[in-house]
Each structure stands twice: as C-alpha cells, then as structure tokens.
C-alpha cells in the first residue's frame, strides 16, 4: 500500500496505463513538459517521449478531433481539458462525432477516447474553471461519463476507462487532488470495482444520501453529523453517471425509504433530476418523502469570494436531510 493524493493516484494510473498498452498516448495544453496545470501527467513526457505526450496547442476542438483520428488509426489518447469550462469548444467534436461513430458504422469502428476534466468549485478559481458540466455529457447517448471521488477509485477508474472499448468522459473533483488515502499500486484490474458499479461508502438506515466526485466527502461529513443526532444516513459514491447503477441506488432507497442527492452543478436541470424522476419511478410506493436535491444556485459560478454560499455544503444538506421527516 502507497499514500497517494488523488492526483498522485491518476498519474501513477496514467503511467501503469502507458506501460501496459503502447498505443495509449496523452494529449493537451500543457500535460507536457509542466505536467499540467495540476501536475497530473508530470514526469511522463520525460519517461515515454514527446511522441506519447503531447503537448496541443490551445484548441480543445482541435485537441479532440484529432483524438478521434488517432483512435480511428489503432490508438487510445487520453485527452486533458485543461479546465472544465474549456470543454465547451470542443463539444462539436464530442456530441457530433465521438458519441457517435459507433452507431454510425453499425458497431465496426470504435473510439476509445478519455477525455479527462478537472471539475467543480472550492479552488478560489475565476469564471469558466468552476463548472459542473457533467449533465451535458449524461444527456449524450455513446458517451460513458464516469467520475471519482478519491485516491484508491482515480487509481483504478482511470485505467479502466482507457481501457474501455467506447469513449469516457472522465471528471476529476479538482478540489480532492491533494487529499490522501492508501493505494494499492499493484492490485489487478480483477481486484477492482467494475467501472460503472456504485459504491455504498457509508452504510445507513433512515436516508439514503446520493453524490459523485467532489460532493461525496462533504456527503460523509454530514453523515458524521447526523449520527450524533441520531439519524443514520447511507452514502452512495455513483462512480458512473451513465450508465448508471440503479439498482445499487434502487435498493438502498427502498430500505431507507428517504433519498437526498447532492452535486454541486445548478440543481435545476442538474443530474439529480434525472435521479430524482427515476427513483420516484422505481420506489414510489416505498418512499416516505419527494426525493430532494441539493446543488448550486441557478446562476453563472460565482466570485470566489462568495462560492463557499454556491457550493453545497453540511449545513444544507441536513437541512434537506430535516425536510424528509417533514411528510
């Protein structure tokens, strides 16, 4: 067992990546020579080669469209988005053609892009490098969007993407790139969770507690804080937003009977409305209360000044907590 950051814990899973599989080549502003803006692919430039490690000029339509091109031709980049607001003119690209080649050839071609962004507030960042775009890419069919929320599933969930036959949208909570957990660095891909399975983090018995990437830890701390109230919640890492393990979600919500999820992305229209219309679908007669949601506000992210209001954190969560037993 190594202690790893969680950005340690991609780059160490990015190297046994690159080790194993020649074809798989990194691609983006700066992953080169800096390593990137958060230092996740430093070193590899010098261990493998300019000619794996590539660093892109600054045009992400341009970074993932030849993305496509190298994986049409036998290789498996992994793209950097340098920040999660950049994504954007690039997702042309992404929507138009990556989800799609595989239903477009009737299944001959597949493009196994990872398309890595750094995600989510509570870095102090200005405008376009807080976003919680991760609804977009849920919303579109072909594309499998997964997130990770620490060291041991960044190590594993990283490699399992690259490895992954279809193209992968692959979020990284920016602000938990420094915090450290105990990683196995020489476990087999038979030790790990399959990619796209939930994990029940917390188990509990009067609210089930939904969350993925960077909202998971304030979910457990407001777990902490419920059990000294007497109320214990269950904590679901979702890992994958699609495809998403329902059943995994399904059958803690009808224990619990109650069901809270949490992102940080703008609650309306966020992911969780998907969650919250397809639990009420599979749950309704079990359920003692509306499935409510908690996120940021409807709004542009704000001055870092003010984020610690936008962002969800203990306090309203166990308010939407509170409000369950209200029914």
């Given at each position: 067992?190594?202690?790893?950051?969680?950005?340690?814990?991609?780059?160490?899973?990015?190297?046994?990546?690159?080790e194993?599989?020649?074809?798989?080549?990194?691609?983006?502003?700066?992953?080169?020579?800096?390593?990137?803006?958060?230092?996740?692919?430093?070193?590899?430039?010098?261990?493998?080669?300019?000619?794996?490690v590539?660093?892109?000029p600054?045009a992400?339509?341009?970074?993932?469209g030849?993305?496509?091109?190298?994986?049409?031709?036998?290789?498996?980049?992994?793209?950097?988005?340098?920040?999660?607001?950049?994504?954007?003119?690039a997702a042309?690209?992404?929507?138009?053609?990556?989800?799609?080649?595989?239903?477009?050839?009737?299944?001959?071609?597949?493009?196994?892009?990872?398309?890595?962004?750094?995600?989510?507030?509570?870095?102090?960042?200005?405008?376009?490098?807080?976003?919680?775009?991760?609804?977009?890419?849920?919303?579109?069919?072909?594309?499998?969007?997964?997130?990770?929320?620490n060291?041991?599933?960044?190590?594993?969930?990283?490699?399992?993407?690259?490895?992954?036959?279809?193209?992968?949208?692959?979020?990284?909570?920016?602000?938990?790139?420094?915090?450290?957990?105990?990683?196995d660095?020489?476990?087999?891909?038979?030790?790990?969770?399959?990619?796209?399975?939930?994990?029940?983090?917390?188990?509990?018995?009067?609210?089930?507690?939904?969350?993925?990437?960077?909202?998971v830890?304030?979910?457990l701390?407001?777990?902490?804080?419920?059990?000294?109230?007497?109320?214990?919640?269950?904590?679901?890492d979702l890992?994958?937003?699609?495809?998403?393990?329902?059943g995994?979600?399904?059958?803690?919500?009808?224990r619990?009977?109650?069901?809270?999820v949490?992102?940080?992305?703008p609650?309306?229209?966020?992911?969780?409305?998907?969650l919250?219309?397809?639990?009420?679908?599979?749950?309704?007669?079990?359920?003692?209360?509306?499935?409510?949601?908690?996120?940021?506000?409807?709004?542009?992210?704000?001055?870092?000044?003010?984020?610690?209001?936008?962002?969800?954190?203990?306090?309203?969560?166990?308010?939407?907590?509170?409000?369950?037993?209200?029914?």
């Open positions: 067992m190594t202690t790893l950051t969680l950005g340690k814990a991609l780059n160490e899973g990015l190297r046994k990546a690159m194993n599989d020649p074809k798989v080549l990194m691609m983006g502003e700066d992953v080169g020579k800096l390593g990137g803006v958060f230092r996740i692919t430093d070193g590899l430039q010098k261990d493998f080669g300019e000619e794996r590539i660093d892109t600054l992400e339509s341009g970074i993932v030849t993305a496509i091109g190298l994986a049409l031709r036998g290789y498996r980049p992994v793209c950097e988005i340098q920040f999660d607001g950049f994504v954007f003119p042309d690209q992404i929507i138009t053609q990556l989800a799609k080649m595989r239903m477009r050839s009737l299944g001959a071609l597949s493009l196994p892009v990872v398309i890595r962004i750094p995600c989510g507030g509570g870095i102090g960042a200005v405008e376009h490098h807080s976003e919680s775009p991760e609804a977009y890419f849920t919303h579109t069919a072909g594309l499998r969007v997964v997130a990770c929320s060291p041991v599933d960044a190590y594993a969930m990283i490699q399992q993407s690259i490895a992954s036959p279809d193209p992968v949208i692959f979020f990284e909570p920016k602000r938990r790139y420094w915090e450290k957990a105990e990683v660095v020489e476990s087999a891909d038979s030790d790990w969770a399959p990619l796209h399975r939930a994990r029940v983090v917390r188990p509990g018995e009067h609210v089930t507690v939904l969350a993925y990437g960077p909202s830890k304030t979910c701390e407001a777990a902490a804080a419920a059990a000294e109230e007497g109320r214990s919640l269950e904590v679901i890992r994958s937003l699609n495809p998403l393990d329902i995994t979600v399904v059958d803690s919500v009808n619990t009977g109650r069901c809270v949490v992102h940080e992305a609650v309306f229209n966020g992911f969780g409305a998907e919250a219309a397809r639990i009420t679908e599979k749950c309704f007669y079990r359920l003692e209360s509306p499935v409510l949601r908690v996120g940021g506000f409807s709004t542009p992210y704000p001055p870092s000044r003010i984020e610690d209001h936008y962002l969800p954190d203990l306090d309203r969560i166990l308010d939407a907590v509170d409000r369950t037993f209200a029914w």
